[in-house]
């Protein structure tokens, strides 16, 4: 009986085989078709997230310092304050221009410095946009540099104009400039200046990023195809996989699944 049994399931068996096999060859159909059907849709979608800015960055504002009437364009301003103080020269003393104040308290009679520098540095931001876009300040601050420069000081207030004079590229409030005393300010300016943006910064995830070359081999324009991005790198996964893969897991899980129920059957 067991030998009649064995020989009884063995059409069953192939039957089944077979059966099985076929859905997992409609389930390899089915995956390429699905991923003919996604592939230029993830490559548009990806090529949307490298695109290269259409114009130059914006600078939200005229910068402006309103202790001293400079102003700049450039997208950012710094007010740089030195003070003429005595300072430690290993057993004695020197005179040097300084952007903090030395503490003299241990110092000999007549090396005294002021208690405290009357005018404070200052910094000032301007927003920077790409298409509308934000350019955060981290990206800013890794392409852009601070660069002195000499402003006009056409607009000087009159309270400052009767303290400070011009000197090189700033302002100086000693009457000889060439022998300055204890307590003389020396003040310049430094403006944040940027680079050509739209040729280092490309569009990822909605946020203007620093381009890399991995990014910069899928570039487009504003106005390419999407699908001349598509190409993959050896830097960057290709992401069609992501979404066929689970796909076709499910379908062989679903195979599996009504074999087992054919079998119990």
Do not use: C
């Amino acid at each position: 009986m067991q030998f009649r049994g064995g020989h009884a399931r063995a059409p069953v068996d192939r039957a089944r085989s077979v059966y099985v096999h076929a859905w997992l060859r409609w389930a390899a159909v089915l995956a390429d078709v699905l991923a003919a059907s996604l592939l230029p849709a993830l490559a548009a979608a990806q090529a949307k997230d490298n695109v290269a800015p259409s114009d130059e960055a914006q600078v939200g504002e005229v910068l402006h310092d309103p202790d001293f009437g400079v102003t700049t364009r450039h997208a950012g301003l710094q007010r740089h304050v030195e003070m003429y103080q005595s300072t430690r020269d290993g057993s004695g003393y020197a005179l040097e221009w300084r952007g903090a104040r030395v503490d003299s308290s241990g110092f000999a009679p007549g090396h005294e410095n002021p208690r405290q520098i009357p005018l404070r540095e200052r910094e000032w931001r301007a927003p920077v946009h790409l298409d509308g876009r934000p350019v955060s300040d981290e990206v800013l601050n890794a392409l852009g540099n601070w660069q002195q420069f000499r402003p006009n000081f056409s607009a000087l207030p009159g309270n400052m104009s009767a303290t400070f004079q011009p000197e090189g590229d700033g302002l100086g409030s000693a009457e000889n400039p060439l022998a300055p005393q204890v307590g003389d300010l020396r003040i310049t300016w430094r403006a944040f200046v940027l680079p050509p943006l739209a040729e280092r910064l490309v569009l990822r995830d909605g946020e203007w990023a620093l381009r890399t070359p991995a990014a910069a081999s899928q570039v487009v324009g504003p106005d390419a195809d999407p699908q001349a991005a598509s190409s993959d790198t050896d830097h960057e996964w290709p992401r069609w996989p992501f979404v066929v893969v689970p796909i076709l897991v499910v379908l062989v899980v679903f195979a599996v699944a009504v074999g087992r129920r054919r079998r119990k059957s």
